[in-house]
């Protein structure tokens, strides 16, 4: 690309970021390298006057060359692309003031900036087909990617991307497709047709985005994703709801995770056909994604069905220890249970997890139905939730050693005040044969104004249970 003079060289220097704009108001620059960088204010305010100027050299540059161009054209917003800066400028109403924001790469790296070991270069170069590169937004993610684009190109694959705006900065081989001249529909046709040996994704962001990402890996094709996420495992949350699980690892074989600019972690997908930790009963062995880290070659999660609920365990350390026998279940296994028998039991129910089954408490008078004759109901029950049962019934649930006071209120309302450190709990109470929850306040107080369940206090009295 031929190097040009632009307007707005003028208020960048070489640790400049962006540049944030807004009439009648001071400049502001974020100054630093990604993920270490602050907010400079200078104390030049920028008119309205000067800033329509400005934006009018920006749009006066763009139409002059080739490789500059105008990506969005909205009434009230305009994106460019002017090399290489990538401006958004917007209009009142849409904003309270006319505003302008400009960002350039600050820093051009290589692969061998990031030290990578023999073995992460042969994965990123060789092996990983389906890649995502995450990170918070700031954290170096595109420009670890155009690194990575740069190793590709000299191996002399065929690379194209998808970008929405176009911003990458790589070769120009490289051919640059962006959704904002194109429908998702169109840019899959294309690319399928076209088969690259490489395809840049930057972003994923939504279903459709998700969507394309799978079909075209499917084909053979390889993908380079760039994804927002806080955590590497995040970014393979992002995927399961919107393509199916069983496929994630053919989609998606290596995250690699991005903070301050430095590789930080980078995990490998696995499908395989297990027992989950934590479960005991070989009976319970299902289809089981292991996310391990390449780094550390520990493992660090499964992903698997639980009930109709996609369960993404962790799994600590201390699980992983030779000799370990310590029976381990997740709160998200607990809530695909009750999930699954919200949708089969017409009674009040609460599930206590118990290595690796459960207890069922129920009321008393429908634990037979539940169990069934000779127990069929509750070995289909087991079956449908791929755990083991107990069924018991509310009266068997734990009792918790708390004193109450119990008052009278106006309108027949019942005051049952609760000691300290049951401010604002979930409270639940065996009254006659069911359980109810009620919530504390700060005082540790509870309300009840029910008629009925006042009337069954009256007659039979409470008792506080423990149905964690």
Do not use: C
């Amino acid at each position: 690309m031929t190097q040009q003079t632009y307007a707005l060289d003028a208020y960048f220097d070489e640790t400049t970021m962006s540049l944030h704009l807004k009439e009648d108001r001071p400049i502001l620059r974020k100054k630093g390298f990604p993920g270490n960088w602050q907010a400079v204010l200078d104390e030049k305010i920028i008119s309205g006057k000067d800033l329509k100027a400005l934006i009018e050299q920006i749009f006066s540059e763009a139409s002059n060359e080739n490789g500059n161009f105008l990506e969005i054209d909205r009434q009230l917003s305009k994106v460019l692309q002017l090399w290489p800066y990538r401006i958004v400028v917007v209009y009142p109403p849409l904003s309270d003031g006319l505003e302008l924001t400009a960002v350039r790469p600050v820093k051009k790296t290589t692969i061998a900036d990031y030290a990578l070991s023999d073995e992460v270069f042969d994965l990123l170069r060789n092996k990983a087909k389906g890649i995502l590169v995450s990170g918070a937004p700031g954290s170096g993610k595109s420009t670890f990617v155009q690194a990575l684009v740069e190793v590709y190109h000299a191996d002399h694959h065929i690379i194209k991307t998808i970008e929405s705006p176009r911003d990458l900065m790589v070769d120009d081989d490289v051919v640059q497709y962006s959704f904002t001249h194109g429908t998702h529909d169109e840019v899959r046709d294309i690319l399928l047709l076209s088969r690259p040996d490489y395809t840049i994704y930057d972003e994923v962001r939504n279903k459709p985005d998700f969507e394309l990402y799978k079909d075209l890996r499917l084909t053979g094709i390889g993908m380079l994703g760039v994804i927002h996420a806080t955590k590497p495992i995040d970014s393979i949350q992002r995927f399961i709801g919107s393509i199916e699980m069983g496929i994630i690892p053919q989609v998606l074989d290596t995250v690699i995770f991005i903070d301050k600019g430095k590789i930080e972690e980078i995990l490998t997908l696995e499908l395989t056909a297990k027992m989950p930790e934590g479960m005991q009963s070989e009976e319970l062995s299902r289809p089981v994604i292991v996310v391990s880290s390449f780094l550390s070659k520990k493992k660090l999660y499964e992903i698997y069905t639980f009930g109709e609920q996609v369960v993404v365990m962790p799994i600590p350390e201390w699980w992983m220890a030779e000799g370990t026998k310590k029976i381990w279940m997740s709160t998200y296994a607990k809530e695909g249970i009750e999930k699954k028998l919200e949708s089969i039991l017409t009674s009040k129910f609460v599930v206590k997890m118990r290595g690796s089954g459960i207890e069922l408490y129920v009321p008393e008078f429908v634990k037979g139905k539940i169990i069934g004759k000779w127990g069929s109901t509750i070995m289909e029950l087991e079956r449908q939730l791929g755990v083991g049962i107990t069924v018991k019934s509310f009266a068997e649930l734990p009792v918790l050693d708390v004193k109450t006071q119990i008052s009278w209120g106006q309108k027949g309302w019942l005051f049952i005040s609760f000691p300290d450190g049951f401010e604002n709990k979930t409270i639940s109470l065996l009254i006659g044969d069911d359980v109810y929850k009620f919530t504390t306040d700060r005082n540790g107080l509870v309300v009840v104004s029910e008629k009925n369940e006042v009337r069954m206090i009256e007659r039979r009295g409470f008792v506080v249970v423990d149905d964690g």
